[in-house]
């Protein structure tokens, strides 16, 4: 099967690693273009997002590119602009395969990964699971032939109902992502793709979150559902609260860690009425499961028992409780010290 035809300038190899820097900014260009006015992203905003991008096309390309049928980067922009434009899959495969006739199944393969990779980067999120490669947990399905990508994001997302009830139809201050690690003893897993935002694994010990902000804030298009974007805005301002210096603290530290979107943590405050469960409805049953998995966690060791202030009642009882025992163990010590000289 011939290759797609690429256009000049953006000819560059998709397994050319690192991107050259004239063909990221091409890039931003080209598939952001539908930003609001004014809110033109820049290669130093979007840096995080660009290192996605060449990953994913680092991880598509392994062995040589044989699993895709395009081979530059002005290609992957063409097949974005057919997505965006509500392009079905099988619409998208058969310009892909319109050089070869008699195409096989392994050139329908390589078609069908060309189509999930340009999805994956218009959505930083898993798309379609592939048989060379281990693929991240919960990936969104595109599988309707005659679909676009639009409606299977719909069909994963906006399909979502709130079947679970909390226990409180309200979520504490306290239930921040510092707290989910410090308390909890979770493991915050900072993601890049966004399907696998608010997911519990290990046995709820490890907690995913997406920390794309300015991707989130950039991305204009209808490709999600309505409200969706914003939601999962809030969701970071719940758990990265801007107003909790601790909080701040500690993500400040897990940007420099991590190498995380500096904008994380700068997501605002939510009132107490925007706390409540409600108000959100994608995120809704992650954040019942999440919240139930905290409240059960407990303490383990003095440093996780002085953090936890999930119940305030119960935390003074335990240190004046500790206060106490440690004053009539000093006084005992003193004591028996004082009878042991006067024996002496």
Not at 34 to 46: R, Y
Not at 258 to 283: I, K, P, S, T, Y
Not at 291 to 296: M, N, R, T, V, W
């Amino acid at each position: 099967m011939k290759l797609l035809q690429t256009k000049a300038g953006m000819d560059t190899s998709l397994q050319k690693y690192p991107i050259p820097a004239d063909v990221r900014g091409r890039l931003l260009q080209e598939l952001w273009r539908d930003c609001q006015p004014g809110a033109a992203p820049t290669a130093d905003s979007m840096a995080p997002y660009l290192d996605y991008y060449a990953a994913q096309c680092q991880r598509f390309s392994r062995d040589g590119g044989i699993h895709l049928c395009v081979r530059s980067h002005a290609a992957i922009c063409d097949i974005a602009k057919q997505i965006i434009g509500d392009a079905t899959r099988d619409e998208i495969c058969a310009r892909l395969l319109r050089s070869s006739p008699s195409a096989t199944d392994s050139d329908m393969l390589r078609a069908n990964t060309t189509v999930d990779l340009c999805a994956s980067l218009l959505l930083m999120a898993e798309v379609g699971a592939r048989a060379f490669d281990v693929s991240e947990p919960n990936p969104l399905g595109w599988p309707g032939r005659h679909s676009t990508l639009r409606q299977a994001v719909e069909q994963h997302f906006g399909g979502q109902q709130k079947a679970l009830q909390p226990d409180n139809p309200r979520l504490g201050r306290q239930f921040t992502a510092r707290n989910l690690a410090r308390v909890g003893g979770m493991r915050i897993k900072w993601t890049r793709n966004v399907a696998n935002h608010l997911l519990l694994s290990d046995d709820d010990q490890t907690v995913f979150v997406f920390h794309h902000v300015r991707f989130l804030r950039y991305h204009q298009r209808p490709l999600f559902p309505d409200g969706f974007v914003d939601e999962t805005l809030r969701t970071l301002t719940l758990l990265l609260p801007q107003n909790d210096r601790t909080s701040q603290r500690w993500v400040a530290g897990q940007v420099v860690e991590h190498g995380l979107d500096g904008q994380l943590g700068r997501c605002g405050n939510l009132r107490a009425q925007d706390r409540r469960f409600e108000r959100f409805a994608v995120w809704h049953d992650r954040l019942v499961i999440l919240k139930q998995a905290f409240d059960e966690a407990s303490p383990r060791g003095l440093a996780q028992w002085w953090a936890d202030r999930r119940n305030s009642v119960q935390w003074y009882t335990f240190w004046v409780a500790i206060l106490v025992f440690a004053a009539t163990l000093f006084f005992g010590l003193v004591q028996s010290i004082e009878g042991a000289i006067q024996v002496y």
